[in-house]
């Protein structure tokens, strides 16, 4: 059984560059959400989608933003990146209904330079 | 009211130590406990949670206890082995939340010496 996985692993871009980060979740979850993980910090939650729709959204700007796919996988997209956007990014999945029981994957790590 | 406190910010113990992370919440509507293990560069692995109906969940050398009244929590680590050593976050989460979103805490960092 396959858990979730994300891609890249690394990522390296350029301020003002635009980024996109992929999710495919957990064989039976039908929901993905999103953290940011600065160094040295607990995850911070950016938004969650379910049915392909952004169902919550943390206190992150427009920059980011999602999608989700009638397969249930996830893409993050940021635009316009600043240096304090350098962090691991965590894409998590779970089953609706089943609120906080969320099983996260090994994370995309993004260095802005 | 959203934060999760936890602490210590990082432990050493002795190989066979029992190891006690705490954690305290403000926001009454949480109802779902859970903590997580994280290695270096890797994602956090869930390791064990609790709800608010019981006041303790043992899952092998894990075991959480649960004071609702208090608002806190706690991680004991039963006979800690040096492959415990790893950061651990509590985090919490509200049922009456459709998304179930989870706050996390800073982390502690576990140091277990052979």
């Known amino acids: 059984d396959a858990g979730v996985t994300q891609s890249p692993t690394h990522l390296i871009k350029t301020r003002g560059q635009q980024v996109t980060l992929r999710c495919s979740p957990k064989s039976g979850h039908d929901t993905v959400s999103w953290y940011q993980q600065a160094l040295g910090q607990g995850p911070q939650f950016i938004f969650q989608?379910?049915?392909?729709?952004?169902?919550q959204r943390g206190n992150f700007p427009d920059r980011f933003s999602g999608h989700q796919f009638p397969n249930y996988s996830s893409e993050l997209n940021v635009n316009a990146l600043l240096l304090g956007d350098s962090a691991l990014y965590l894409c998590?999945?779970?089953?609706?209904?089943?609120?906080?029981?969320?099983?996260f994957g090994p994370g995309t790590r993004l260095t802005v330079l | 009211q959203q934060q999760v406190k936890q602490s210590p910010q990082s432990l050493i113990v002795q190989k066979g130590g029992i190891p006690i992370i705490n954690c305290a919440y403000e926001?009454?509507?949480?109802?779902?406990f859970p903590w997580y293990q994280q290695f270096p560069g890797k994602g956090p692995a869930l390791l064990i949670a609790i709800r608010p109906d019981v006041s303790e969940k043992k899952e092998g050398r894990f075991t959480i206890s649960f004071n609702k009244s208090a608002k806190q929590f706690s991680l004991h680590i039963m006979d800690s082995q040096p492959g415990d050593s790893a950061t651990y976050f509590c985090?919490?989460?509200?049922?009456?939340?459709?998304?179930?979103?989870?706050?996390f805490g800073q982390g502690t960092t576990l140091q277990v010496k052979p």
């Open positions: 998590a999945s779970s089953l609706s209904g089943l609120a906080g029981e969320q099983f």
């Open positions: 989608y379910y049915e392909e729709e952004e169902r």
């Open positions: 985090a919490a989460s509200s049922g009456s939340s459709n998304t179930g979103k989870l706050i």
């Open positions: 926001n009454t509507a949480f109802d779902y």
